[in-house]
């Protein structure tokens, strides 16, 4: 017999540091309502199932973190505050640009009159320079939330204490549920779905919601060109989020 989703919370134990990691959800709500910014929630990475207590062995469901660190700037470039609630070790945004990098190899090392100083490598100063300034304005505006999981009752948890502190933001909360998280489930007739297939999904994706389906997809010049999905996909979730907080006022 399936088990209702109360008795899940009441079998399983709080993360340690739920009350740290809820303390941080409520400021950060109360903060952008004050503002009277948008919210959107971004999940990302993938959660891990252990199969014993004393956990050696467990079951990962795998996932780099690509698609919800690459939106998350996304949205933070169109004014949304995000929390990212994320894999531990998984891509972050910002520093996901540098992740196919020797981080060391960026570096430079020099030496005058017994004083040690570090610099950027020349060819990596115009890259590094424009991140460093969007996410230093990102932390001076208090716009990004980074919260960490790697279990699954974990997730759940900070899932479940993260929606009730954007209760508050009502129409003005976008929750982007990209994790791969074990046996997760949205009722069809409640979410917006974005359906992808794993060898295509940075080329082609499909809405799905009440009213009908499309696919998004890339243009081969826009792959060469280096455009990623994400951000139509952003652009595309802001544009029917504009249309539902405006049929909220009309009601």
Not at 203 to 221: A, C, G, R, W
């Amino acid at each position: 017999m399936a088990l209702l989703w109360e008795e899940f919370y009441d079998r399983t134990p709080r993360p340690s540091n739920l009350d740290e990691n809820e303390k941080l959800l409520n400021n950060f709500a109360k903060h952008h309502i004050e503002k009277n910014n948008k919210i959107v929630l971004i999940t990302s990475g993938g959660t891990t199932v252990p199969l014993e207590h004393n956990t050696v062995r467990f079951v990962d469901n795998f996932s780099a973190g690509n698609r919800g660190s690459i939106s998350a700037e996304y949205f933070l470039d169109h004014g949304y505050a995000v929390i990212f609630m994320h894999r531990l070790k998984s891509l972050e945004p910002f520093s996901r640009h540098f992740s196919g990098h020797k981080f060391l190899d960026i570096m430079n090392l020099t030496m005058i009159n017994d004083v040690t100083s570090i610099s950027v490598a020349p060819q990596y100063v115009n890259k590094i320079s424009k991140i460093l300034r969007k996410y230093k304005e990102t932390l001076k505006d208090n716009k990004l939330l980074q919260i960490c999981f790697t279990t699954l009752s974990e997730y759940l948890w900070l899932l479940r204490s993260a929606c009730q502190a954007l209760t508050i933001l009502e129409n003005r909360a976008i929750l982007y549920l990209a994790a791969a998280v074990s046996d997760f489930y949205i009722p069809s007739n409640e979410m917006l779905v974005i359906a992808n297939i794993l060898q295509t999904r940075k080329q082609q994706v499909v809405f799905v919601s009440q009213e009908n389906d499309y696919i998004l997809s890339l243009t081969n010049e826009q792959i060469q060109n280096g455009e990623e999905i994400e951000k139509f996909i952003v652009q595309n979730l802001i544009e029917k989020h504009e249309i539902w907080m405006r049929s909220q006022k009309l009601d």
